[in-house]
């Protein structure tokens, strides 16, 4: 029996890495769609996989793909609206959250009330509003697949364990393409140094976020509401090989981990067939080529947004959206080279800094939260 999976995000990079994964197993059924703007790419995929439901972010793009796939036999919907009928479309029974930002987080909660498995790709979802996915999913017998290579890598390491014998999990790091360098060396950083990251094809903005260590800090409190642990007992280690994706340490100092080739295809595929494990083309491990695997302390003074994301996940309440909006802005101003790159921290911090933390919010109250940070930092820079 074929499994049927929606995504949402199809056109970026994990989405289309989904895809990928679904065209080499062919017996996956891909039900719906949806994406932002890049309509070209989003016909060829409506060609290849033949969705029924397909959502488009603007309503003038939605338009547009209407009528370049009228030959099809697909419903074309937008805006919020429209993720949401992706989300909680009744074919499917996966959604792939591959979508960027806390535009994620709607979709995700009604997916969960209509009794989806979650395969999260989107951090924003839990990093904001953990507090109320994890517990809505254990109401709803939801299982949240991770699908992060570093998440994935814990999951897979605590398959066999003993989750109450857990002692810490150690969550490795690439140190992105300034690994080694002081604040000094990075005063002069520009757009280009920093889309260079030594390991990982991934999109602009995680690429960024990689190389200030701000996505490392996403993940630690990501890993917090995902394995059940407080902020402090995720210890972040540099291993600039990317070959070691995660470990766990239980209490009785066994380490388990997941090494591998850096390939997201494993995740992916990890997690929509899970617990069933299956061949993945791709290169493998050559352990008589690999001369080492080294280790290192992140630098925090250096990459202080990786210290500021702790001190959002101890705080908890809206430090989390605060810390996470203020990242989506800052890197969009640096992007758009607005900003200098040292400035994406500062302007983190500085958000953190202004803001009144509500300790247990609403859905509202986060979604509020956003757009205030916004603001603030729309009225500084």
């Known amino acids: 029996m074929r499994k049927k999976i929606a995504i949402l995000g199809s056109t970026g990079s994990i989405g289309t890495q989904t895809l990928e994964v679904v065209r080499d197993n062919g ?26 439901l397909v959502a488009v972010w603007k309503e003038e793009k939605a338009k547009e793909l209407k009528t370049r796939v009228q030959d099809m036999d697909v419903r074309v919907v937008s805006g919020m609206e429209g993720l949401l009928e992706v989300a909680t479309q009744k074919e499917s029974e996966i959604l792939v959250t591959a979508i960027v930002g806390m535009i994620g987080i709607r979709p995700t909660i009604e997916a969960i009330k209509a009794k989806k498995e979650i395969a999260l ?7 904001t509003a ?25 999951f897979q390491s605590l398959q066999g ?41 991934m999109g602009r903005k995680i690429t960024i976020d990689s190389s200030t260590m701000v996505n490392k ?57 899970y617990p069933e494990r299956r061949y993945l083309a791709g290169e493998r491990l050559d352990f008589s080529t690999l001369t080492e695997i080294t280790f290192e302390k992140p630098d925090l003074d250096t990459f202080y947004g990786l210290k500021l994301a702790y001190e959002a996940g101890r705080v908890g309440g809206t430090l989390p959206t605060v810390f996470n909006a203020a990242n989506e802005k800052a890197v969009e101003l640096f992007l758009d080279r607005k900003i200098s790159y040292l400035q994406i921290p500062e302007i983190i911090q500085k958000s953190m800094e202004h803001h009144k933390n509500i300790s247990n919010p609403t859905l509202e109250q986060i979604l509020n939260t956003e757009r205030e940070t916004y603001e603030f930092i729309k009225n500084r820079w």
């Open 27 to 52: 017996d996956i059924q891909v039900t719906a769609l949806a994406a932002g703007n890049n309509i070209s790419l989003l016909e060829k995929q409506i060609r290849e996989f033949k969705p029924t």
């Open 121 to 127: 790709a989107n951090k924003e979802t839990l990093v």
């Open 130 to 154: 953990g507090h109320l996915i994890m517990p809505l999913a254990k109401e709803y017998g939801c299982s949240i697949l991770p699908v992060d290579s570093e998440h994935s890598a814990i």
């Open 161 to 201: 364990g003993q989750r109450k014998a857990l002692h810490k999990i150690l969550l490795t790091a690439s140190g992105g393409p300034f690994r080694g360098k002081k604040l000094e060396d990075l005063k002069e950083i520009q757009v280009e140094d920093a889309l260079k990251h030594p390991n990982w094809a």
């Open 217 to 273: 800090g996403l993940e630690v409190i990501e890993a917090k509401w995902l394995f059940d642990v407080d902020v402090d007992d995720v210890q972040v280690v540099v291993q600039p090989q990317s070959i070691i994706h995660s470990m766990v340490e239980y209490e009785d100092g066994a380490v388990i981990a997941q090494l591998g080739t850096p390939d997201m295809k494993l995740p992916i595929q990890y997690a929509l067939y």
